[in-house]
Antibody
């Protein structure tokens, strides 16, 4: 069974760059037709899709965050990463990584999620 | 800006049936929006329940079902159990590679 695990600093200063990594186990990140996504959730609020990276390395980002987001993949480590620049208190949230399945002749869907990691933006 | 709207809260009695809906500000929701549904309990990560409108994951209880209803995506729980009390989120896909979550529905079993 595929498992995802987020890791990274739990505290980031305003104006700095938030960096998180998602480690995938139970399967190769580069095999199959999958997108690897980041999603966040401020305390007491709803979910927000941040962006995704395909196994080929192509990326898509939420337009609301596009200017500050970079998602990359390291297939040798079976990991993908999120960088969010110029953070403010509004970026304080639980950050999740998740797998999006992209079947060849069917519609895309999400299945496995990480447990999430809380990132607080504060000086 | 695209907005996906869900009922903020619903209450259902144990053993009852309840339908949650998911509307798009762009118009009627169709299968082309790839509707996904997730369940989230306090302190836990979301868990996928339904995909592609009505398909269940291997772990999805049979009492959960998805459909399109009146121009919206819908999640129906039949024979509700106390453990179904949770927040439920829908997720829609928009052309141009954008996923948008609904605001969530807090389901109370009372």
């Amino acid at each position: 069974q595929v498992q995802l695990q987020e890791s990274g600093p739990g505290l980031v200063k305003p104006s700095q760059t938030l960096s998180l990594t998602c480690t995938v186990s139970g399967g190769s990140i580069s095999s199959g037709s999958y997108y690897w996504s980041w999603i966040r959730q401020p305390a007491g609020k709803g979910l927000e899709w941040i962006g995704r990276i395909y196994t080929s390395g192509s990326t898509n980002y939420n337009p609301s965050l596009k200017s500050r987001v970079t998602i990359s993949v390291d297939t040798s480590k079976n990991q993908f990463s999120l960088k969010l620049s110029s953070v403010t208190a509004a970026d304080t949230a639980v950050y999740y990584c998740a797998r999006e399945v992209a079947p060849a002749m069917a519609t895309n869907y999400f299945d496995y999620w990480g447990q999430g990691t809380l990132v607080t933006v504060s000086s | 800006q695209t907005v996906v709207t869900q009922e903020p809260s619903l209450t259902v009695s144990p053993g009852g049936t309840v339908t949650l809906t998911c509307a798009s500000s762009t118009g009627a929701v169709t299968s082309g929006y790839y509707p996904n549904w997730f369940q989230q309990k306090p302190g836990q990560a979301p868990r996928a329940l339904i995909y592609s409108t009505s398909n269940k994951h291997s772990w999805t209880p049979a009492r959960f079902s998805g459909s399109l209803l009146g121009g919206k995506a819908a999640l129906t729980l039949s024979g509700v159990q106390p453990e179904d009390e949770a927040e439920y989120y829908c997720l829609l896909y928009y052309g141009g590679a954008l996923w948008v979550f609904g605001g969530g529905t807090k389901l109370t079993v009372l």
